[in-house]
């Protein structure tokens, strides 16, 4: 799934029909969630089923499940249009939602947290404890280490992963 990922990361700015524009153009996160659903299942073949919002635990949904075919694997996604969420927002969303939420049942360990960005910012996001604004790289970076503190704090701890759809070159950058 992560190299699915990837390779649409890939074809929204080196694909003979790139849709990086595109992808840059939809208003909400609802339309992005949809779009990503879309283009996964445009990639499923036999090898996994898409599903958009399937219930979960105490009725909350992750944006996408992921199941496989051949097994009963099955990853959530929680998708998030980077630049409207602060880097504490996106903590959250990693610790609490994804892991606390989706990640709980012992059959459904696996998930991705996939930051679409958009619209690069000027200033990047602060970090409250330091002050320090970060870029879109170091964001990413802090994720993704405290995804590895996740799933190493327990032999049956969640295994969260960070992933990246990154479109902002096509857009000038904002204050925020």
Known sequence: LIRR??????????GDFAQGLTL????????????????????Q????????E?????????DIRVRAKA?????????????SWTLKQLEEALEV??????????DGRYGIILLVYQEARKKGWK??????????????AQLSALSTLIAGAHHNSPQPEVCVIDVSMYRKKTDA
Request: proline share 4%; aromatic share 6%.
């Open 5 to 14: 990922l990837e390779d649409m990361q890939h074809d929204l700015l080196h």
């Open 24 to 43: 840059t153009a939809l208003p909400g996160e609802v339309d992005v969630q949809n779009w990503v659903a879309d283009r996964l299942r445009l990639k």
């Open 45 to 52: 073949g036999r090898s996994f089923s898409v599903e958009r």
């Open 54 to 62: 399937p219930h979960a635990a105490d009725e909350k949904e992750p």
């Open 71 to 83: 097994t009963d694997a099955n990853v959530a996604i929680e998708i998030k249009v980077a630049g």
């Open 97 to 106: 939602q994804l892991c606390g939420r989706y990640l709980r049942a012992r």
């Open 127 to 140: 970090d409250k404890s330091t002050g320090v604004f970060l870029s879109f790289a170091e964001v990413v």
